[in-house]
Nanobody, 114 residues
Framework: QVQLVESGGGLVQPGGSLRLSCAASVSISSRNPMGWYRQAPGKQRELVAF??????NYADSVKGRFTISRDYAENTVYLQMNSLKPEDTAVYYC?????????WGRGIQVTVSS
């Protein structure tokens, strides 16, 4: 069983920055696709950023503002979020695909408001 624990969320003013972290309970490698998703109230969960051995993808709404990265030594994936907007407000979830199975974190709230 894989456990993912997100941290780093909170309240930030528009234009501010946050860095989300997702620590995995198992070793991660480049073979494990990982991603960040978010779900705003009344909306469906959507992909924010995705990293795999082949490429890195971002939702159009966050391109140029968000960066996904991972640290294999720390078994952690990060999401650096800059120039935050009120529409980025959502619960953010970490995801990993390992041996064909999807695992999710419990989510962390990010609120962008003045």
């Amino acid at each position: 069983q894989v456990q993912l624990v997100e941290s780093g969320g909170g309240l930030v003013q528009p234009g501010g920055s946050l860095r989300l972290s997702c620590a995995a309970s198992v070793s991660i490698s480049s073979r494990n696709p990982m991603g960040w998703y978010r779900q705003a109230p009344g909306k469906q969960r959507e992909l924010v950023a995705f990293i795999s051995v082949a490429n890195t993808n971002y939702a159009d709404s966050v391109k140029g503002r968000f960066t996904i990265s991972r640290d294999y030594a720390e078994n952690t994936v990060y999401l650096q979020m800059n120039s935050l907007k009120p529409e980025d407000t959502a619960v953010y979830y970490c995801n990993i695909v390992r041996y064909g199975a999807n695992y999710w974190g419990r989510g962390i709230q990010v609120t962008v408001s003045s």
